[in-house]
């Protein structure tokens, strides 16, 4: 094996670096080097997403969109909770890696192998048993109850696709591959769309088709990703013989990772409850509000990729100590975010029907799909300063303020907004602003907390000094 462990490295060392120093050379396009490529994978795992919203709006019905669209708040719960072990594993995977600890590496990853399986158990029995009370909990309307039942069902029954992709590319990309996952996300999308015209149009089994489609083509990114770890020479690489808990490696994945499924699984529990107002006004809402929740998404990525890189780019120069440096890589990041949120905010109100025919020739499901986008995209520009700021402050070691001020905003600000407008009469245009009221509240208070962080004290210091 070690000598295995030789002509890998030696082969690794001919093929070059894969890393970005962004301690030196243009800001601006390090930043967009750096987001560019998760732009394009989040691109594909939205019209992954999408696409399924799109076939049953304009092939099945406003009930199918509503059941389909109205589920994600379920099923990023128990994701989200996987999403955090698989956080926490790829921190572990990535740290013996750089240390080029083969033991400690080998050790983590037939770890997180063993709570993959173990949390693809434990979300398709708990899946496939919280779709009624859930559904219940959301007040779902008789109309849709049906359809939304069996969607969901479906879709935990063969959750172990997904989460086995997502633990299975969090490890690739903690060696520094990030291309092998974007190639099989992207194969998973188009097979996706094959399989949701055949099984909708060709088989005519509507949501169930649908439902189906996803499933199947999780299962083959699963495959995809499992193929490439499983036949591989590098450290990295599997062996099921050697399939084992590690007690430490265990603790340090879950020390890591549980926080960050926590606090997944409770921002998408509390958007349950902002999907049961949403429910409150019928099938019709809910399947505009559907509608406009998949533009939303794509409108939101460049934001969020820009957001990530400004943490690496951050993290690297606070490291080699070149404060002002990483100050001005903030502003830049802001200023791109802005500018990006801001033309794409113009495109999605100017083209707003059209784009809301996309998923629905229904004229009532429309006017409320056009409705969201008027009231809550100008709002878009003030999520660039808590998305920016957050990622800052995590590129100094400081996650626990991003994290305490977003589950504050997202959360406990949020359901009492909502709780107050539906105290009021539970005006539509009150419910919308339930979400741009939480981005303003999280804004300003990471606005603050930046501005108040080591970053920006140390500036704030020197020029003190200079006068």
């Keep these: 094996m070690m000598q295995g462990l030789k002509d890998w490295k030696q082969r690794r060392a001919l093929r070059g670096r894969s890393d970005a120093d962004m301690t030196q050379g243009t800001i601006w396009k390090l930043l967009m080097q750096f987001a560019i490529p998760m732009m394009v994978g989040q691109l594909f795992q939205q019209l992954y997403n999408t696409v399924d919203t799109i076939v049953v709006g304009q092939f099945v019905g406003k009930e199918a969109l509503a059941a389909v669209g109205s589920t994600g708040s379920i099923i990023n719960m128990l994701v989200g909770l996987a999403n955090g072990l698989a956080t926490g594993a790829t921190v572990v995977i990535s740290q013996s890696y750089g240390a080029h600890d083969y033991k400690k590496l080998h050790d983590a990853v037939h770890t ?76 998973s999308a188009l097979l996706n ?46 062996h099921w013989s050697q399939l084992k808990v590690e007690r430490d490696s265990l603790r340090r994945v879950l020390s890591i990772g549980l926080p960050t499924s926590i606090q997944q699984a409770v921002t998408s529990f509390s958007n349950v409850f902002v999907q049961s107002y949403i429910n409150y006004f019928g099938s019709a809402c809910m399947a505009g509000w559907s509608s406009y929740n998949k533009l939303d998404s ?38 791109m975010s802005l500018i990006v949120s801001a033309v794409l905010g113009v495109v999605a109100v100017v083209f707003a029907r059209p784009l809301m025919r996309l998923f629905t020739s229904d004229a009532e499901v429309l006017e409320y799909g056009v409705r969201f986008v008027y009231i809550i995209t100008p709002f878009y520009l003030l999520c660039c300063f808590n998305q920016i700021y957050a990622g800052a402050l995590r590129g100094i070691g400081n996650a626990n303020i991003p994290t305490i001020i977003m589950l504050g905003s997202f959360v406990a600000f949020r359901q009492l907004y909502l709780l107050v407008n539906s105290l009021l009469g539970n005006s539509l245009v009150g419910m919308s602003l339930a979400y741009p009221m939480g981005w303003v509240m999280c804004s300003l208070l990471m606005t603050i907390c930046y501005l108040r962080s080591p970053l920006c004290r140390k500036a704030k210091n020197a020029e003190r000094t200079a006068a």
Aim: charged share 10%; proline share 3%; net charge positive.
């Design 112 to 187: 997180t192998m063993v709570i993959t399986l173990i949390s693809c158990a434990v979300a398709t029995a708990a899946g496939v048993l919280i779709v009624t009370p859930m559904l219940h909990f959301m007040d779902t309307p008789e109309d849709v109850f049906d359809s939304a039942k069996l969607y969901l069902t479906i879709y935990f029954a063969g959750i172990t696709g997904l989460i086995i992709y997502n633990m299975g590319s969090g490890i690739l990309r903690a060696v520094g591959d990030s291309k092998r996952p974007l190639y099989f996300l992207v194969t």
């Design 193 to 238: 769309i094959f399989f949701d015209l055949l099984f909708v149009l060709g088989f005519k089994m509507g949501v169930a088709g649908v439902a189906c489609a996803t499933i199947l083509a999780q299962f083959v990114s699963a495959l995809l990703v499992l193929y490439s770890l499983s036949h591989t020479g590098a450290p990295y690489g599997i």
């Design 298 to 335: 794509f409108v939101l990525i460049p934001m969020q990729a820009i957001a990530l890189a400004s943490t690496t780019f951050v993290g690297q120069n606070f490291g080699a100590k070149q404060m002002e440096r990483a100050r001005k890589g903030v502003k830049q990041a802001l200023g």
